[in-house]
């Protein structure tokens, strides 16, 4: 037997299981067609509601930006209306939008009537005057137009929270319904009544007897849609003896607005559609049995084997791994041609996917770059300020002892300098690389943009010329330092990459009192005394559409990989955040100046500003245990411990100094590092130090800790002394901790 007959009797044969399994298809799905028919009302109402929905929020959405238009902050009642109007014909889906008093009364509508209307009585209003940024939603027939409406009302507050008028737009209950009975293909009814029985919108079939403001509030089907629980769907009879089924919306949100959705359909016609799909089965199985036949013969005259040898070579080069491997065009019909089809579409995946991960191992080769040079900058910088501690305190120590040879007083002094300057440039990298917690304190920003001058100029390069200009008697503000530092390095590398061919860069700092005409990038007034800190380019500048979004985060106009669009937007944040403003001014081809104003800080009356030196006189005889990890830093702290007159126990660890303090024994302070070997940091030695003695004092120090660091009890952040410090500032955090209150 050839092929081809083969072929044909597996055809008629496999057609013949599916034309019995449709008969019986009928007989047994016929009720599960039919109830799926019923759910699907429940389904459509609800899909109508959520819609409704969406609609009210979207709804809102336009009552916010609304409530903020300039054009509706007037009295002018005619230009009210005016701008309304223009609103309505972007918004078709409603009859009408106006604003009414809080008295009650119209102002202007878009419909330009110029009436007189008290809506004191009705309830949204009466709703909306007690509710804070949300709407207010009833159903009515609108008194403008006679249409049935869903009114949604929002009150516009003034910044103390008066009402200063009410926005009310009237959504057109009858285009909304039209769009959904379209939708459905008029297959169903659509019934929308309010919470007393009022047709709103009555169905566009035949049958349905009761008009439009019409009641159908006695009525089954009614008390079926009121009901909170009820069941899904119901079938009512009307007095022409057509049964129609029911399904109405459970939503919660639309019942609360007092509407009721109800979608309906003719009992007749779902038995009909059951019918109606048994014939649709039989002419596809039929067209079906045709075209098999007929792909039978045409399949059975071109050469299969061919289009197997296609696919096997396909899968042969797949198999060596060569993924652009594809099988050309045309393919056959049918199976062959759908597993070639499924062949090229496979090996096009395999091939975007081996794309894919070589994409992500190299971004995940540059996270964990990036990771590594996190890891070592905070490793680097805690033995630096380890040796730096050791460094600055001994040669304070040696200039005190060679005050009497200049030369060598000198050089110590030098050598202290020196370590400063290291330690300030550690927490100027730190704090570009934000690991390490900062806080805001009084400082002359002056002084520490003057502080910031040769790293300034080296991140500009040679190309470039700075000019600082500070004024004199600035006032003081409470800025955060570190912020202040990465701020003004994400404003001066952005102004460098807007000069590649070279131009120059002012830094200003002076006082500035500011009006209620001066406004930040926001447009928003904040009059008073600050401290502005302002820099000057002279490279390509920003067109306005450009300068209106710098400040987005993300937003950037570099290449990718050149720039993430977050650096304006710390900036903008950091300025806020300290209480002060941005603002920035840019033009094409001239340049761009961003100025950020800090507020200015008033002394309180008689603070007594002593320096920090007078702490150094006041000696100690407290018992100190001292954890310090690092064998130079340990001695060094210890001495200058016990020249201050404390009594010293050191150790090197946590678990030691446990141990030290389950011994008998006065110990008034723990001092110990944050970060240590051998698996216990400060912190939780803190802890158990302080259960095993609750009226121990806790002073740390550290020279980097990536987050900030608690009390013992997690009430708050910890006293700590950054490394590396003089003798002053060791006396002066030891005193203070010392006298601070037990917990």
């Not at 830094?507 to 009059?527: A, F, I, Q, T």
Request: aromatic share 6%; glycine share 10%.
């Amino acid at each position: 037997m050839s092929l081809r007959t083969r072929l044909l009797i597996l055809v008629i044969a496999a057609m013949l299981v599916p034309a019995i399994l449709v008969g019986l298809r009928f007989v047994q799905n016929r009720a599960s067609e039919i109830d799926a028919a019923l759910a699907n009302l429940a389904a459509s109402a609800d899909d109508i509601a959520s819609d409704l929905n969406e609609k009210i929020q979207g709804t809102a959405q336009l009552h916010y930006g609304l409530a903020r238009a300039r054009d509706l902050d007037t009295r002018d009642k005619a230009a009210c209306s005016a701008f309304l109007s223009d609103v309505r014909e972007e918004y078709p889906q409603f009859t009408g939008i106006l604003t009414i008093d809080p008295d009650g009364s119209l102002f202007c509508d878009s419909l330009r009537t110029n009436r007189t209307l008290d809506l004191n009585d009705r309830g949204y209003f009466k709703q909306v005057k007690g509710l804070q940024g949300v709407v207010a939603v009833e159903p009515v027939f609108g008194r403008l137009t006679g249409l049935s409406v869903l009114q949604i009302a929002y009150p516009v507050r003034s910044e103390a929270g008066a009402l200063k008028f009410v926005l009310l737009a009237s959504f057109n209950l009858n285009k909304f319904a039209e769009f959904h009975d379209k939708r459905l293909l008029a297959e169903k009814d659509i019934l929308l009544v309010d919470a007393k029985g009022t047709v709103l919108v009555a169905p566009k079939g035949g049958g349905w007897s009761e008009p439009v403001g019409g009641s159908i509030a006695g009525s089954d089907l009614f008390r079926f849609a009121a009901a909170p629980d009820g069941e899904p769907f119901r079938e009512v009879t009307d007095r022409g003896g057509r049964t129609q089924i029911w399904g109405v919306a459970r939503s919660p949100s639309i019942r609360k607005a007092g509407l009721t959705i109800m979608v309906g359909r003719s009992k007749d016609g779902l038995v009909a559609a059951a019918n109606r799909r048994l014939y649709e089965d039989m002419a596809i199985l039929a067209v079906a049995l045709l075209l098999l036949l007929a792909g039978l013969w045409i399949l059975t005259t071109v050469s299969i084997g061919r289009q197997v040898g296609r696919l096997a070579t396909m899968a042969k080069r797949l198999g060596r791994g060569d993924l652009s491997a594809r099988i050309p065009e045309p393919h056959p019909g049918g199976e062959l041609g759908g597993l070639m089809t499924l062949l090229n579409g496979t090996a096009e995946s395999l091939e975007q996917q081996r794309a894919a991960i070589a994409d992500l191992n190299q971004k995940l080769s540059q996270s964990q770059k990036m990771e590594a040079m996190g890891q070592l900058t905070g490793g680097v910088a805690h033995d630096f300020n380890n040796l730096l501690t050791v460094i600055l305190g001994n040669s304070e120590h040696l200039a005190d002892q060679l005050a009497g040879n200049k030369e060598l007083h000198r050089i110590a002094g030098d050598i202290a300098t020196a370590a400063e300057r290291g330690s300030d440039l550690t927490r100027s990298l730190l704090a570009f690389a934000r690991k390490q917690p900062l806080r805001p304190r009084e400082i002359d920003i002056a002084e520490k943009v003057l502080g910031m001058e040769q790293l300034l100029r080296r991140t500009l390069g040679e190309h470039i010329e700075c000019r600082f200009a500070f004024e004199q008697d600035l006032w003081p503000a409470s800025v955060d330092p570190g912020q202040l530092t990465t701020a003004l390095l994400n404003l001066v590398l952005n102004a460098r990459d807007a000069m590649p061919e070279g131009g120059k860069l002012t830094v200003e700092v002076h006082n500035s009192s500011l009006g209620e005409s001066d406004l930040d990038v926001n447009g928003e007034p904040r009059p008073g005394d600050y401290v502005m800190v302002a820099v000057t380019d002279t490279g390509s500048g920003m067109t306005s559409e450009v300068a209106s979004r710098a400040f987005e985060p993300f937003f950037t106009t570099k290449e990718v990989g050149k720039g993430t669009g977050l650096g304006l937007s710390m900036v903008y944040g950091f300025a806020r955040q300290s209480g002060g403003l941005v603002q920035m001014q840019s033009e094409p081809g001239r340049g761009s100046v961003i100025r950020l104003f800090f507020p200015r800080l008033a002394a309180p009356p008689g603070e007594d500003l002593r320096p920090a030196e007078a702490t150094v006189t006041q000696a100690g005889h407290e018992t100190i245990l001292l954890v310090e990890d690092d064998d130079m830093v340990r001695a060094y702290v210890e001495s200058e411990l016990r020249t201050l007159g404390y009594r010293v126990v050191a150790t090197s660890n946590g678990p030691a100094a446990l141990e030290v303090l389950r011994q008998p024994g006065d110990i008034q302070l723990l001092f110990t590092d944050v970060v240590m070997p051998g698996g216990m940091f400060g912190p939780e030695l803190a802890k158990q130090a302080t259960e095993l003695r609750p009226d121990l004092k806790v002073l740390f120090t550290s020279g980097y800790s990536q987050t900030p660091v608690k009390t013992p009890d997690g009430a708050g952040e910890a006293r700590i002394l950054t490394k590396p410090f003089r003798r002053k500032d060791l006396a002066a955090m030891l005193r203070s901790a010392l006298a601070s209150t037990s917990r």
